[in-house]
């Protein structure tokens, strides 16, 4: 047994990650390579992806996808992980002399956050496979990484929470509606104002923007009453832009202003819970697509997201037409 066989997890060796890219390149005998993978095997036939290339994953999904960086991502090795959320705090009240105490209990409930679902696949030449200059690790990655990566932003934003995670501008198990624009494909200056005070003090202090980006193209116009712009362009390369003191950050896959839809969040956005259910999973197609002389590999993941307290984050919604 080597040394770091006794140091590291088994998927964090040297070996488990030689043996799992010679499974996938099957660069050695089946046998050989599913006795060094056997700590690896997952519930549906494919190898729990080494720790090295699991950790090269996760940043990539990260660079990807803006909700990863601002959510508050954990991880679980259950299907399903429940949240005690308070929904109704306590009170002091004042006391005449000899009176009783009040009782006045906290009321809570329960977030359930579970584990669905995500795969994808894609096909290689075997040509390309066996090209030794050929970088299989990186490129799995970076696809993955892409395909993976969009699809868990659209969700973490609109997903309705069917097979899916919660979005933050789903009208159900989203965020508390703010303000409602007097128009139905606008936004005035004043809606914003607004919308930032309708979430309570403590909540504002991490608070960020987050919208479209042809959202942006409205909201970059607008004045306040004394006629200065609200939008304040970021002074160091690399830093958001502000709206109003707070970074504005956007997703092509937040709602575009129409009317009924919820177009501008604002808020706390660490009370968007992501979990990950730990190990995601590669399986190799050897004879699916023999015939045309490629190889088929299928990356899939389980995970939620949900907003456990839907007060830390407000949205403005377009007027309705008619």
């Known amino acids: 047994m080597g040394e770091d066989s006794k140091v590291k997890p088994a998927r964090a060796t040297a070996s488990y990650k030689r043996a799992f890219w010679d499974a996938m390149r099957l660069n050695t005998s089946p046998m050989e390579v599913r006795n060094a993978l056997s700590e690896g095997v997952d519930s549906e036939g494919g190898y729990l992806v080494p720790d090295e290339f699991e950790r090269t994953l996760v940043q990539s999904l990260a660079d990807q996808n803006i909700m990863r960086s601002l959510a508050k991502v954990i991880q679980t090795t259950s299907g399903d992980r429940k949240i005690p959320v308070v929904s109704t705090h306590g009170t002091a009240t004042w006391l005449d002399e000899g009176k009783p105490y009040n009782e006045s209990d906290e009321a809570f409930t329960q977030i359930s956050?579970?584990?669905?679902?995500?795969?994808?696949?894609?096909?290689?030449?075997?040509?390309?496979?066996?090209?030794?200059?050929?970088n299989v690790e990186q490129y799995l990655a970076s696809e993955f990484a892409r395909r993976?990566?969009?699809?868990?932003?659209?969700?973490?934003?609109?997903?309705?929470?069917?097979?899916?995670?919660?979005?933050?501008?789903?009208?159900?198990?989203?965020?508390?509606?703010?303000?409602?624009?007097a128009k139905p494909t606008d936004i005035s200056a004043d809606e914003l104002i607004d919308l930032h005070y309708s979430l309570r003090a403590p909540y504002r202090a991490r608070a960020v923007w987050l919208m479209n980006d042809a959202t942006v193209k409205t909201v970059r116009k607008l004045k306040d009453g004394n006629g200065q712009y609200l939008w304040q362009p970021a002074l160091t390369a690399g830093t958001p832009d502000m709206i109003l003191g707070r970074p504005v950050y956007t997703s092509v896959f937040a709602p575009e202003v129409k009317?009924?839809?919820?177009?501008?969040?604002?808020?706390?956005?660490g009370f968007y819970w992501i979990a990950d259910r730990q190990g995601r999973s590669f399986k190799r197609l050897n004879e699916l697509f023999a015939t045309t002389g490629q190889i088929g590999f299928l990356a899939s993941q389980r995970l939620d997201g949900k907003l456990v307290l839907p007060e830390a984050i407000k949205v403005l919604t377009q007027k309705t037409a008619g």
């Open 113 to 134: 956050l579970s584990a669905f679902k995500l795969g994808t696949f894609l096909k290689i030449s075997e040509e390309l496979l066996n090209d030794a200059a050929f």
């Open 148 to 181: 993976i990566g969009a699809a868990e932003e659209e969700a973490f934003l609109v997903g309705d929470g069917k097979g899916k995670p919660t979005g933050i501008f789903n009208p159900t198990g989203g965020a508390d509606l703010g303000v409602t624009s």
């Open 259 to 269: 009317a009924g839809a919820r177009t501008v969040a604002f808020g706390d956005l």
